[in-house]
């Protein structure tokens, strides 16, 4: 079943993660798919803007931990040389599946030449947040929600937040997201200048929709311009390097005992155990 939808209303592509029943969480399939949705909307000509989103209230909650707790599906992880070798099943390699294809995705849309717009409706967390972070410009209605949360099992940033956040908040600000966790409501956003708009949840799809149109209509091939100058600006030329010392990190992170504590009290729903190990 695909877990990723694309459409396209004019000159507007939409990208929506359908997952509901995961919390529009990633596990490697969806990232799979949702790699292709952005390799193919950020390259086709007459796509003039995209808009990437949730579904049923979630915007995304990054990589799916129960598919990680499980160890994954054999099927999943052969990709890189199926049947020339087996895989470990370390939480962290199970990570680095995953997180191959959301870093690449998140590669495509910074190199991409036309905006692309996070539309949150509702909870971005861990890596959803860090794919929201990533795009252009990020709209998000009044009920929606942003939290770090890697910390709650343990884990490192990945999916670029640890590249965004200190460029958009300031490091003290990042810092704190980081280690005291917590969770910014939209109004809160907007004023830490993590998001650019906030628009009333009864009209959210309306609003979104007269974004996306409004930039498919303007000057898109000067906004690509403009976008390369600022990225090269913000060192974001960068980012591929740093992208793979994120997944690194996590990835070896995920090994340690301090993460097997913090997946199980996850799905235990109590408070871990950390030990610092």
Not at 218 to 228: A, D, I, L, Q
């Amino acid at each position: 079943m695909m877990h990723v939808q694309v459409d396209r209303i004019g000159a507007v592509g939409f990208i929506t993660i359908d997952r509901k029943e995961r919390f529009n969480s990633l596990d490697v399939r969806t990232a799979q798919d949702l790699r292709a949705a952005g390799l193919r909307l950020a390259r086709e000509g007459e796509v003039r803007a995209v808009v990437l989103r949730g579904s049923h209230g979630v915007f995304c909650s990054g990589a799916d931990l129960k598919y990680i707790r499980t160890g994954g599906a054999e099927a999943d992880l052969g990709y890189l040389a199926p049947g020339a070798r087996e895989v470990p099943k370390g939480y962290g390699e199970v990570f680095k599946q995953i997180l191959e294809y959301i870093h690449s995705t998140i590669s495509e849309i910074r190199r991409a030449p036309k905006p692309f717009v996070a539309a949150v409706d509702g909870v971005a967390a861990a890596g959803g947040l860090g794919i929201a972070l990533a795009c252009d410009l990020l709209v998000c209605s009044d009920r929606s929600t942003f939290e770090w949360a890697y910390g709650k099992s343990a884990l490192t940033g990945a999916e670029s937040s640890t590249f965004f956040l200190p460029r958009l908040l300031g490091l003290r600000r990042a810092l704190g997201m980081a280690f005291l966790n917590p969770r910014l409501d939209a109004a809160q956003a907007l004023e830490w200048g993590l998001v650019n708009q906030v628009f009333p949840t009864a009209r959210f799809e309306e609003e979104v929709a007269t974004l996306g149109q409004r930039l498919a209509e303007g000057p898109t091939r000067s906004f690509g311009v403009t976008k390369h100058l600022m990225n090269q600006a913000t060192m974001g030329d960068r980012l591929d390097v740093h992208l793979d010392r994120e997944l690194d990190e996590l990835s070896r992170i995920a090994d340690t005992a301090d993460f097997a504590e913090g997946i199980e009290a996850f799905f235990a729903r109590r408070a871990p155990r950390f030990e610092g190990k």
